[in-house]
Nanobody, 125 residues
Framework: QVQLVESGGGSVQAGGSLRLSCAVS??????????MAWFRQAPGKKHEGVAF???????TYADAVKGRFTISRDNAKNTLYLQMNGLKPEDTAMYYC?????????????????WGQGTQVTVSS
């Protein structure tokens, strides 16, 4: 079983930066093969895909964050990252990392089997 723990959230002013981390534990010897993703959920809204990274390192971003956010992974440390620059008030949400241990990788929350508990990001104007 895979466990995920996010960290790095906080409160920043618009234009600021944060770096989220997601530590993966449990069944990790195949971590490098996992599809890993970041999702977010604002109050009263559905989960929104932010970005995902495949086992080969290729990435895909939601249009809302392209050019501002960067997803990356350190397979030696079993850790996923999300560097967020140029933050906007509309980026305010709970951010979750998610893992898909096998299968095709795409930005649909329904295909991810492991989730962290989230880290709050608040951006003030």
């Amino acid at each position: 079983q895979v466990q995920l723990v996010e960290s790095g959230g906080g409160s920043v002013q618009a234009g600021g930066s944060l770096r989220l981390s997601c530590a993966v534990s449990g069944y990790t010897f195949s971590y490098s093969t996992y599809c890993m993703a970041w999702f977010r959920q604002a109050p009263g809204k559905k989960h929104e895909g932010v970005a995902f990274i495949r086992s080969d390192g290729s990435t895909t971003y939601a249009d809302a964050v392209k050019g501002r956010f960067t997803i990356s992974r350190d397979n030696a440390k079993n850790t996923l990252y999300l560097q967020m620059n140029g933050l906007k008030p509309e980026d305010t949400a709970m951010y979750y990392c998610a893992a898909r241990t096998s299968g095709v990788c795409y930005l649909n929350p329904g295909i991810f089997s492991a989730w962290g508990q989230g880290t709050q990001v608040t951006v003030s104007s």
